[in-house]
């Protein structure tokens, strides 16, 4: 059982990024999934997630019409489309999954599964 971040890399300030949580050894479809990123010296912040069906999203204002979500449960994988980056974008995402919904996203221990983490740096 596992979730799988990548896609991370360095981008310009105002540039674009697409992130990839893939699943393995379990199913996507009874999971909400979410986004956290850790900047350095910083607390993990969660940055958004998507229910179980796509229905429904949740987004920090922080990325707020900068970054959308989207989930592909046919193939088992939720995608961070990420564009207008800013220098404080900069840290390690990570995705997680929880067998719940998103009204609690933002609490770390509310999640089953956790990805390793991909690092994105924006250069300003």
């Known amino acids: 059982v596992q979730l799988q971040a990548s896609g991370g890399g360095l981008v310009q300030s105002g540039g674009s990024l697409r992130l990839s949580c893939a699943a393995s050894?379990?199913?996507?479809?009874?999971?909400?999934i979410a986004w956290f990123r850790q900047a350095p010296g910083k607390e993990h912040q969660g940055v958004l997630c998507i229910g179980q069906s796509g229905g429904s999203t949740f987004f920090a204002d922080s990325v707020k019409g900068r970054f959308t979500v989207s989930r592909d449960n046919a193939r088992n994988i939720v995608y961070l489309q990420m564009n207008n980056m800013k220098a404080e974008d900069t840290a390690v995402y990570y995705c997680?999954?929880?067998?719940?919904?998103?009204?609690?996203?933002?609490?770390?221990?509310?999640?089953?599964?956790w990805g390793q983490g991909t690092k994105v740096t924006v250069s300003s």
């Open positions: 997680a999954a929880t067998f719940y919904n998103c009204s609690r996203y933002r609490k770390k221990d509310e999640y089953d599964y």
């Open positions: 050894g379990f199913t996507l479809d009874y999971y909400a």
